[in-house]
Nanobody, 117 residues
C-alpha cells in the first residue's frame, strides 16, 4: 500500500494558477498509475487527469489545455499544474495511486481549491 498526502490548494482568482503536489510514501511508486480526481459539493468524484508508469497522460475534456499532470519518480511525487482556473474548478482535489494487477487503489484526503473573485 501507499500513503498519499496532497498539498498546494488554496484560494485563487479566476484566471489564476495553482500547482498541486501529491507525495507518496512506500516503495514502487514508479509502477503506479497516478491520478488527480476532484469532487465539488453535491457532485460525484470525477477524473481530472492521470499518468501511467510509462508517462502516458490522460485528461478530462474540461481541463485540456489548462492543466498539466507530471510525475517525479525520484521524489515519489505527482503534480498537477492548473492554469487559467475557473470558478467551476472549485472542488476538493484528491490524489490516487492505482496498480490494478495487485488490487491497489489508494486515495489521499484531498486539498481544497477555491476559485473566486
Amino acid at each position: 500500500q501507499v500513503q498519499l498526502v496532497e498539498s498546494g490548494g488554496g484560494l485563487v482568482q479566476p484566471g489564476g494558477s495553482l500547482r498541486l503536489s501529491c507525495a507518496a510514501s512506500g516503495s514502487n511508486f514508479n509502477y503506479y498509475t497516478m491520478g488527480w480526481y476532484r469532487q465539488a459539493p453535491g457532485e460525484q468524484r470525477e477524473l481530472v487527469a492521470d499518468i501511467t508508469a510509462g508517462g502516458r497522460t490522460n485528461y478530462a475534456d474540461f481541463v485540456k489545455g489548462r492543466f498539466t499532470i507530471s510525475r517525479d519518480n525520484a521524489k515519489n511525487t505527482v503534480y498537477l499544474q492548473m492554469n487559467n482556473l475557473k470558478p467551476e474548478d472549485t472542488a476538493v482535489y484528491h490524489c490516487n495511486a492505482k496498480r490494478s494487477l495487485f488490487g491497489i487503489d489508494n486515495w489521499g484526503k484531498g486539498t481544497l481549491v477555491t476559485v473566486s473573485s
